[in-house]
């Protein structure tokens, strides 16, 4: 890659933003979970990683998620997590690992990987847009269905290694190298230096705006869809410690407490002593997750009200009955409108819309979002209420 324009980039100035208190769940303690290196989702159910296996919680015990096609491989040593949609890839000091139906499975792109010197992976778009991008101490690389490209990434006035990237899309990339932010895109190619002076990063996250947040120890970095950064401090102590996307919501941890951050608004969620980088989860049901010292904290979602018919019902006429009703496009007949009919089809309908192999509605009017089907999802797990 070309070095970036010699402009020296912005220096950052802290935005403060004052919490305001929300209902504070009670934090029920799940279990103690010994050397975890962090959580994530696999099909959409919190998943605890230690250096050499990844677990899916089962009632108050950790099952381990099978690897490979007979469940009897090892992933070797985990080096990093990547969210897609409601389930993770691996990154391993084998190869990148895929969750595919309750199993991890190698995939066969780690090949062409550098696996030595990974230390991080991020994934990007789907299907056939999907591109990796993983980072070394010293670069990066970055894997698509037509193979493995490596970046360097030279700027004569700023060093150091590789701390974080985050994928924009297939061709760029947020990238924090020392103290410095670069945006890069390997098709032009061009590194344009963002901001100087950004801090430890210790975690990060994509909202589904496009909005990419960085956790570091001088505060929350943001940097909007048109690349302007901001500095975000979230109380009396600077450090932020984790953060999670979700939709439209990050959730951070900082200053001792969970918080809920929407464009500017600050909510104080609930209260986490010593909570761990890339320890904050929110699981398909709505329900959120910290890794808390050594154990594994629930807090139940503030006053959940049931989802009852009538709220579902709307998801299915956005997006399902065009087709379903009148059985055009070639789908089956059924009328999701009508409650005894959607109750039969609930969980098969639930298992396609996730599946995204095989998604509904078809690929071609694009994957939705976890966001979007949250309410089937609970809807579901609610018990089908009229
Ligand atoms: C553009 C048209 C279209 C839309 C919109 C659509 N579907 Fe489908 N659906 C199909 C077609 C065609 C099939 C049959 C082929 C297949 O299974 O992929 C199908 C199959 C299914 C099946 C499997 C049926 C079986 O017999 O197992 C389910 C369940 C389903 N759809 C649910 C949904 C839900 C839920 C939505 C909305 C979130 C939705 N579909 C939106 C066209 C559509």
């Not at 769940?25 to 230690?50: C, D, F, K, N, R």
């Not at 919680?57 to 096609?69: K, N, Y």
């Not at 999670?244 to 608004?265: C, K, R």
């Amino acid at each position: 890659m070309p070095p970036p324009a010699p402009v020296e980039p912005p220096t950052l100035s802290p935005l403060a933003l004052t919490p305001v208190s929300g209902t504070r769940p009670v934090a029920s303690e799940v279990m103690a979970t010994s050397g975890a290196v962090g959580l994530t989702l696999i099909s959409g159910q919190v998943a605890v990683a230690t250096l050499d296996r990844v677990s899916t919680r089962a009632g108050t015990s950790l099952s381990p998620v099978p690897v490979g096609a007979v469940g009897d491989e090892s992933l070797g040593t985990v080096r990093g997590l990547a969210r897609r949609g409601t389930t993770s890839l691996v990154l391993t000091s084998t190869g990148v690992f895929l969750e595919r139906q309750g199993r991890l499975l190698r995939s066969p792109l780690s090949d062409g990987l550098q696996l030595g010197s990974a230390k991080g992976l991020d994934v990007v778009g789907a299907g056939a847009t999907e591109a990796w991008w993983l980072r070394t101490d010293t670069g990066l690389q970055r894997a698509t269905a037509s193979g493995v490209d490596l970046v360097s990434l030279d700027d004569p006035r700023g060093g150091g290694s590789v701390k974080a990237v985050v994928g924009r899309d297939a061709t760029t990339a947020l990238v924090v190298r020392g103290e410095r932010l670069y945006l890069i895109d390997v098709a032009e190619p061009k590194v344009t230096a963002l901001a100087r002076g950004v801090g430890v990063i210790s975690a990060s996250a994509r909202l589904d705006d496009g909005t990419v947040l960085f956790a570091t120890d001088a505060g929350l970095l943001r940097v909007s869809p048109t690349n302007e950064v901001a500095l975000l401090t979230l109380g009396e102590l600077p450090a932020v410690r984790d953060v999670w996307a979700d939709g439209e919501q990050a959730l951070v941890t900082s200053n001792g407490a969970l918080s809920s951050l929407v464009a500017d608004t600050l909510t104080t969620l609930g209260d986490v002593a010593s909570p761990q980088a890339s320890g904050l989860v929110r699981d398909a049901s709505g329900a959120l997750f910290v890794l808390d010292g050594a154990s594994l904290k629930r807090l139940a979602a503030p006053a959940e009200t049931p989802v009852t018919f009538a709220d579902v019902r709307p998801f299915f006429t956005a997006h399902c009955t065009s087709c379903h009703t009148s059985g055009a496009n070639y789908a089956p007949v059924f009328n999701l409108t009508n409650l005894a009919v959607a109750r039969t089809w609930a969980q098969r309908s639930l298992a396609r819309v996730k599946n995204v192999d095989m998604p509904m509605p078809p690929a071609s009017s694009g994957l939705l979002r976890p966001a979007q089907y949250q309410v089937l999802e609970r809807w579901v797990a609610q018990g089908l209420l009229p």
